[in-house]
């Protein structure tokens, strides 16, 4: 770990160069340049995947799945039964072709998404309607060989969780999509403290095999939307695909009707890009690996065993502190970290302050005295601002609720930044100039529904429509002018450019 801390380029200097400094001033990652367009998670980065692994994990088994894990080698002529599906997939592909030292009879495409190889297990597992609904989510790794990559947000590699779902009728089907979009949808608020514009993705931008694709689109301080999750509904393209079909209740046969979903590690990116400062990286609580440092000040051996014995207590106080959320599945306590190490105090709060910890706690003998701590939050926000000389019964008291409120502020700033960078735009003159060069905003817009004005907007301006609002989630639906063409639009649709 690199303890020297280096420059972070200002965000209204250099956007993405901000966002690789934050990265690594975070130690979160690093890019795998001995493997074209891979990353290395590294430890830190990796407790926060795993704290989102576990909090959807409990979600998903709420809702009745299972775990499975299914191969990484697909066969191909797996992918190319589903005509969409290899056509929207065919250029990321990475295709084994040799193995053992020989050329294999059929080449193995490395796994971009596993609608496949599951269809051809439900296939065998599925034959009656008494079998339905099957419920299954795989946590895996997976492949897609990108041409321009980033950290967290587009890698040749990326770990996520698909799930996938099989069911006798179409309205479950579109049930259990719209069920698992919101899933992740109140993941993203309440855990990450990311906001999100739930919708349906256009023809255009949907899955390549699906009917409909829903999505949760996310606000970046650049005002450019990233595409946090998505859920679609398949119909039974790959049912039929797969021959995957069953008796049913009436005793007739039929094909599946058959759900996908997912999301990946660029939610890292999300939370970093979501948070973060020109100081460093901004943790929420819910998505914190560490919740708290202590940062022992001393001169003298006998100041040392003094404060440090007073740290160990207040650390191991705070760390009984159950911040589980109501109804979880599993325990969450405040963690915490004692800096001990060989560094002056000041080096230490660079190194807290970078990696996002939301409390950082300075304990001196002046402070032992007075029976107090010396608290400050990483952002100021309700739960406090600038260092806070608190008694230590008080913290000790208050320190969950601290941590609460702090999580409900990164919200509401996050879903203030969000509101300031969206409008409304009728001409095309306003909606030129709210995208001229690397310029973004949510823009709602209306929009007349055809492919070739919705390319023609892209083309031109970089913006692509990110999803047709759900209801509450976007202006009101209301009769208008294309912002483009000038044809007739039912409503508004969210416009911006992506991640």
């Known amino acids: 770990m690199n303890d020297k801390a280096e420059r972070i380029t200002p965000r209204a200097e250099d956007y993405p160069q901000w966002y690789q400094d934050v990265i690594r001033e975070a130690d979160l990652a690093e890019p795998a340049k001995v493997v074209k367009g891979c990353m ?45 599906h290899v056509e929207g997939f065919a250029p990321e592909l990475a295709v084994v072709t040799h193995a053992g030292g020989e ?13 496949t190889i599951i269809g051809h297990f439900f296939g065998k597992w599925i034959s009656s309607w008494r079998d339905l609904p099957l419920l299954v989510n795989q946590w895996a790794n ?52 990311m906001p999100v514009i739930r919708g349906i993705k256009t023809s255009s931008e949907k899955f390549a095999g699906a009917l409909e694709s829903y999505c949760i689109e ?43 979903w997912g999301v990946s590690t660029r939610l890292i990116g999300g939370l970093v890009m979501s948070h973060s400062d020109d100081a460093g990286l901004v943790l929420p609580p819910k998505m914190a690996p560490i919740h708290a440092a202590i940062i022992p000040i001393y001169k003298t051996p006998e100041e040392r065993t003094r404060v440090l014995e007073a740290a160990g207590r207040i650390a191991k106080t705070l760390g009984a502190i159950d911040i589980s959320q109501p109804g979880s599945r599993y325990r969450d306590f405040i963690e ?36 107090q701590v010396c608290v400050k939050m990483r952002v100021d926000s309700a739960a406090g601002t600038g260092k806070m000389f608190i008694p230590e019964a008080e913290f000790l008291a208050t320190a969950k609720a601290r941590l609460e409120q702090y999580q409900d502020e990164l919200f509401a700033q996050a879903r203030t930044r969000m509101l300031a960078g969206s409008v409304e735009l ?27 004005t919705e390319a023609a907007i892209k083309a031109e301006t970089k913006a692509t429509i990110r999803c047709i609002p759900l209801p509450g989630h976007g202006p009101a639906p209301s009769p208008g002018r294309c912002i483009k063409s000038g044809a007739p639009s039912r409503q508004r649709v969210l416009i911006a450019k992506a991640y």
């Open 336 to 371: 915490v970290r004692i800096d001990d190490r060989d560094l002056r105090p000041g080096a230490k709060f660079y190194h807290w302050e970078r990696r996002g910890v939301p409390m950082r706690i300075e304990l001196g003998p002046k402070d032992l005295d007075k029976g």
């Open 426 to 452: 009728d001409s095309w003159d306003d909606f030129l100039a709210a995208f001229a060069g690397e310029g973004s905003r949510f823009a709602w817009c209306h929009w007349d529904g055809t492919a070739a």
């Open 218 to 260: 996310a606000f970046m301080q650049d005002a450019k939307a990233l595409q946090a999750g998505t859920s679609h509904d398949l119909g039974q393209n790959f049912g039929k695909a797969f021959d995957v079909k069953f008796q049913t209740e009436s005793g007739g046969l039929d094909y599946v009707w058959q759900t996908s």
């Open 142 to 193: 997976v492949m897609r060989w990108e041409l321009r990559t980033r950290l967290f947000l587009r890698t040749t590699e990326f770990l996520w969780q698909e799930g996938h779902t099989a069911h006798a009728n179409h309205d479950e089907a579109k049930a259990e999509v719209r069920r698992m979009l919101d899933v992740y949808g109140d993941f993203a608020e309440q855990m990450m403290a």
């Open 40 to 84: 290395v998670i590294k430890p830190y980065g990796y407790a926060i995947w795993e704290k989102i692994q576990r909090d959807l994990d409990a979600r998903f088994k709420a809702t009745g799945h299972e775990n499975a894990y299914f191969p990484l080698l697909i066969p191909q002529s797996f992918i190319t039964r589903e005509a969409e």
């Open 103 to 115: 050329k294999l009879e059929e080449p193995y495409v490395i796994r971009p998404t596993s609608e």
